[in-house]
């Protein structure tokens, strides 16, 4: 049996850093660099991120990717049928004890799944590929946001489109763990409690790393969710307020789709690869996020789309390694003592990175090659649905 398709230490034939990794067509070429790794800081890096390059490239290589973006109808469907479903069992759960087996069961196995569904949901929505509108978008994302419990989904979108545009920028970035974390937690004990509660450190860690100012939409996501949350109170009991709290707890806790907060972005085998795409199975169950690198380099195509744009560049998706597995995703992050939670990449905030033009101008070597990426027009359109904030920023026009 070839154990690293489950993620086990064994090599893959002639592949010997790819350990927790595969590669579909096992071309060596696209092996990601080896690279010299302090364990006790981050990777830190002098490039910009990989997705907007590869954006770039793709498109000349293919513009017909630009007929994949788009919104998708079918989301809002999907959104309300799991709304649906998450009262449902609220309402099934309101006379049941909440530490029952029956409850905690239930919480896990359909009320975890479908929250972190509704995770997804927002996450989708929040590049505006529900509705063409980005009015609807926000509420819908809010809708989704319901059975959670916390209103988050207006908070979300601000750090996600930061975490696209500026991918491991320190300070600005706040889906990488903070150094305080990443020292504190460093053994298997620490990994695990990380794993086990990493929905909180989702959640609070933004808020110390880059604050927020509030607008009308947060305070409208958070009076809509007192409000809902009041009512489902009122009239189903405690019960189903605690059945939704738990979901969204196991959601980001010890379950299988939680994988990919893992998987997504932390560097494996030794390489600088920042980003892994995972094409298994779970993908049916969150909107194929597992297809990250393909979200990343296009954000403005919708998930429905996303194996298609997979399949349209075979010779740039099949050679980049990816993960085969999100649950073992989580065991080999808590037990593989060659990661930590300071396996991330990170780069220099804006300010240093223009610092390091000036001097590359200075030397005369490589600015045009940054200038580029900096400032691209074509690439603004093509990824502005998928940033703008206001109706007025879909066409591609300067944000708000």
């Given at each position: 049996m070839d154990w690293s398709l489950y993620g086990g230490a064994e090599t893959l034939e002639n592949q010997p850093r790819l350990r927790r990794t595969v590669r579909t067509n096992g071309d060596s070429k696209a092996t990601p660099s080896a690279v010299p790794k302090d364990p006790k800081d981050f990777l830190w890096?002098?490039?910009?991120?990989?997705?907007?390059?590869?954006?770039?490239?793709?498109l000349k290589?293919?513009?017909?990717?630009?007929?994949?973006?788009?919104?998708?109808?079918?989301?809002?469907?999907?959104?309300l049928?799991?709304?649906?479903?998450?009262?449902g069992c609220a309402y099934l759960l309101r006379d049941t004890h909440p530490l029952s087996p029956v409850f905690v069961l239930t919480a896990y196995v359909i009320g975890a799944t479908a929250n972190h569904n509704l995770f997804l949901a927002i996450h989708e929505i929040t590049h505006n590929l529900a509705f063409a509108s980005v009015k609807a978008n926000k509420l819908l994302a809010m809708f989704a946001n319901l059975p959670i419990g916390i209103p988050y989904a207006m908070t979300f979108k601000r750090y996600h489109l930061e975490h696209h545009k500026n991918q491991g920028e320190d300070g600005v970035d706040t889906d990488i763990p903070?150094?305080?974390?990443?020292l504190v937690l460093t053994n298997v004990a620490g990994k695990a409690f990380f794993a086990t509660f990493?929905?909180?450190?989702?959640?609070?860690?933004?808020?110390?790393?880059?604050?927020?100012?509030?607008?009308?939409?947060?305070?409208?996501?958070?009076?809509?969710?007192?409000?809902?949350?009041?009512?489902?109170?009122?009239?189903?009991?405690?019960?189903?307020?605690?059945?939704?709290?738990?979901?969204?707890?196991?959601a980001g806790s010890l379950h299988p789709c939680a994988g990919h907060f893992i998987a997504e972005h932390f560097v494996w085998d030794g390489t600088d690869q920042e980003t892994y795409s995972y094409y298994g199975p779970l993908n049916v169950l969150a909107y194929n996020v597992g297809y990250h690198n393909e979200h990343h380099d296009f954000p403005s195509v919708p998930w429905t789309r996303l194996p298609a744009l997979r399949a349209l560049v075979p010779e740039v998706y099949d050679t980049i390694p990816s993960h085969p597995s999100w649950p073992m995703v989580i065991f080999n992050f808590i037990f593989d003592v060659d990661v930590s939670l300071f396996s991330r990449v990170k780069r220099l905030s804006r300010e240093g990175r223009e610092k390091a033009l000036a001097q590359q101008k200075a030397n005369g070597n490589g600015a045009?090659?940054?200038?580029?990426?900096?400032?691209?027009?074509?690439?603004?359109?093509?990824?502005?649905?998928?940033?703008?904030?206001t109706d007025a920023t879909v066409d591609g026009s300067k944000q708000s």
């Open positions: 890096v002098m490039t910009e991120e990989p997705h907007r390059s590869r954006r770039i490239a793709i290589a293919h513009p017909e990717v630009t007929k994949l973006m788009g919104y998708e109808p079918l989301t809002k469907w999907v959104v049928f799991v709304v649906a479903t998450q009262l903070s150094r305080l974390e990443a990493q929905i909180l450190f989702y959640a609070l860690r933004p808020g110390f790393v880059r604050s927020q100012t509030l607008t009308p939409w947060h305070f409208l996501n958070i009076a809509v969710q007192i409000a809902f949350d009041v009512l489902i109170a009122s009239t189903l009991g405690a019960n189903a307020i605690f059945y939704f709290l738990m979901s969204s707890f196991l045009a090659k940054l200038e580029s990426l900096e400032n691209d027009p074509d690439d603004d359109a093509v990824t502005a649905r998928a940033y703008a904030d």
